[in-house]
């Protein structure tokens, strides 16, 4: 059996990971990260620590659903005190720092890095690239929705398909992102791309992508309805990394899109 760590295990998705590694045939929770409290009953002999050490020593592959912070001492555990196992990071909200931070680590283990673990976003990414670049002349527009206690804004899913838009047309995402509109800031541009937010309630995740033109628009929406999309393609993609040569992976590659 493949020995799970999990870092932010008491979280909405950590929780989940708990869940659905209890029924999974090959795979089984090794060892959880606990922050502050432990906050349910964990399967007998499953390793409970606040050490990013005793994590790793205890597990095949580490799981983060956290908080940059979080990730941030994990990624550390491996760039500094030679911890040495595949990881699956989807946290989001990063800053440069711990982007670079991301990409040091993936030379000494195998990380993949997913701001979205939904087969369907995938799909959506490659659909985005597709459209920005075939419709050039539309204006693209990108709003997401989330439930009330998400901490991050823009969703790091928002900025992955922004990112897709960007690029299928040669655009710097950083030179051409808005992030908000508000009173008297003229006509629209031709290049920028708006990354909107909202949040309320209990919404799971929700992203539209919309290209706009005179006459005609297109939108592209991905809803996840149940959070555990989430967890169980963590746990897929867990699996596929183990063995894996030290490098940044995505989900496209785990995925075989
Ligand atoms: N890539 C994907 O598919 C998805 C990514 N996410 C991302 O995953 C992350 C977690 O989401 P969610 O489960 O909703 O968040 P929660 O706030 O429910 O959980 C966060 C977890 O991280 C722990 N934590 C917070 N700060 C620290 C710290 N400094 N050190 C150690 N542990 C810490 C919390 O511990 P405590 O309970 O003690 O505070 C908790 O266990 C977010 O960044 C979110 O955007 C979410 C869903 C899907
Ligand atoms: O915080 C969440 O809940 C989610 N976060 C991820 C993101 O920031 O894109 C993925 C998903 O949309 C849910």
């Known amino acids: 059996m493949i ?16 869940d659905d590694l209890e029924n999974d045939e090959y795979a089984r929770v090794g060892a959880v990260h606990v922050f502050d409290k432990l906050k349910k009953q964990l399967p007998e002999d499953t390793v409970v620590t606040n050490d990013m050490k005793v994590l790793f ?4 592959v580490v799981i983060d659903f956290s908080a ?12 500094e ?25 993936s030379k000494l283990v195998p990380i993949l890095y997913a701001t979205n673990m939904s087969l369907g976003v995938a799909v959506l990414n490659k659909l985005v690239a597709l459209a920005s670049k075939t419709l050039s002349d539309f204006d693209i527009e990108i709003v997401e929705q989330h439930h009330k206690h998400k901490v991050d804004s823009p969703s790091g899913t928002a900025l992955t398909l922004a990112e897709h838009a960007a690029d299928a047309r040669g655009l710097d995402l950083d030179k051409v992102r808005v992030s908000g509109r508000d009173g008297q800031i003229g006509a629209r541009t031709k290049d920028e791309i708006a990354v ?20 005609e628009f297109l939108e592209l929406n991905h809803t996840a309805t149940a959070r555990n999309t989430f967890s169980k ?24 899109l």
């Open 81 to 105: 005190n030679g911890a040495r196992k595949p990881l699956v990071i989807a946290t989001t909200g990063f800053t440069k720092h711990q982007q670079n931070l991301l990409f040091e680590a």
């Open 196 to 215: 909107m937010a909202l949040r309320g309630g209990d919404i799971v995740g929700r992203h539209t992508v919309g290209l706009y033109n005179d006459g």
């Open 68 to 79: 940059p912070a979080a990730t941030e001492a994990l990624l550390t555990e491996v760039v």
């Open 3 to 18: 020995k799970v760590g999990i870092l932010g295990s008491t979280g909405r998705v950590g929780s989940l990971l708990i």
């Open 233 to 256: 393609g963590a746990i897929k993609v867990a699996k596929w990394i183990i063995g894996k040569e030290p490098k940044l992976y995505s989900i496209n590659d785990a995925l075989g």
């Open 57 to 60: 020593d205890s597990s095949d």
